[in-house]
Nanobody
Framework: QVQLVESGGGLVQPGGSLRLSCAAS????????VGWFHQPPGKEREGVSC????????HFADSVKGRFTISRDNAKNIVYLQMNSLKPEDTGVYYC???????????????????????WGQGTLVTVSS
């Protein structure tokens, strides 16, 4: 079973950038779909961006298109979320999750898929504020 650890969160001013890392251990991510999810304070967790590590296909939520990118480093077994032009509404805890069978779009978009994901990291807090 793969285990995930997120890092890279912090306090940043509006318009700033952060790079989040989702580091995996226990198994290679080569055959997984990995997603980044955002949970604003007091709200539901929602998909931000997902990547099929094996073929590189990606999905982005409309709210982050053009601002966020997702990438993987297969050698290091890490998936990154590069967040640029950050806005106050990007504030919240960011979690990564991995699944060996999920479709990349379904993982990000469908609540039913998200709620059945078994492997999650502990989350990393991002605060966008001046």
């Amino acid at each position: 079973q793969v285990q995930l650890v997120e890092s890279g969160g912090g306090l940043v001013q509006p318009g700033g950038s952060l790079r989040l890392s989702c580091a995996a251990s226990g198994n290679t991510l080569d055959d997984y779909t990995v997603g980044w999810f955002h949970q604003p304070p007091g709200k539901e967790r929602e998909g931000v961006s997902c990547i099929d590590v094996s073929d590189g296909s990606r999905h982005f939520a409309d709210s982050v298109k053009g601002r966020f990118t997702i990438s993987r480093d297969n050698a290091k077994n890490i998936v990154y979320l590069q967040m640029n032009s950050l806005k106050p509404e990007d504030t919240g805890v960011y979690y990564c999750a991995a699944d060996p069978r999920a479709n990349v779009r379904a993982m990000c978009v469908l609540t039913s898929v998200r709620k059945n994901l078994q492997v999650w990291g502990q989350g990393t807090l991002v605060t966008v504020s001046s």
